[in-house]
């Protein structure tokens, strides 16, 4: 079984910065492709960054490249994701995730574990 645990939610300017966080449960972490999503209010779920197990190779979204980065840190059972210059369409519930067998897709169903989630708000 595989708990993770997102951090690092709040309320931002335009503008701003924020670095989320998620805390991963399990001695195979560095095993594990991770990701981010994230649902805005009324609107399904997208992804946002992936990075394989490795750290070497990362995906993103078309609406974050170049603003967001995806990081790792495998002796910390740790994964990241830092966002600048944030607007005011990034506002939404932000999960982290895991794929069991390293990969780091696009798409939902290659994802086996979920955490619970981190509000952003972004105020123009």
């Known amino acids: 079984q595989v708990q993770l645990v997102e951090s690092g939610g709040g309320l931002v300017q335009a503008g701003g910065s924020l670095r989320l966080s998620c805390a991963a449960s399990?001695?195979?972490?560095?095993?594990?492709?991770m990701a981010w999503f994230r649902q805005a209010a009324g609107k399904e779920r997208e992804f946002v960054a992936g990075i394989s197990w490795s750290g070497d190779r990362t995906n993103y979204a078309d609406s974050v490249k170049g603003r967001f980065t995806i990081s790792r840190d495998n002796a910390k059972n740790a994964v990241y994701l830092q966002m600048n210059s944030l607007k005011p369409e990034d506002t939404a519930v932000y999960y982290c995730?895991?794929?069991?067998?390293?990969?780091?897709?696009?798409?939902?169903?290659?994802?086996?574990?979920w955490g619970q989630g981190t509000q952003v708000t972004v105020s123009s």
């Open positions: 399990g001695r195979t972490f560095s095993r594990y492709g």
């Open positions: 995730a895991a794929d069991l067998y390293g990969g780091y897709s696009s798409m939902e169903r290659a994802y086996e574990y």
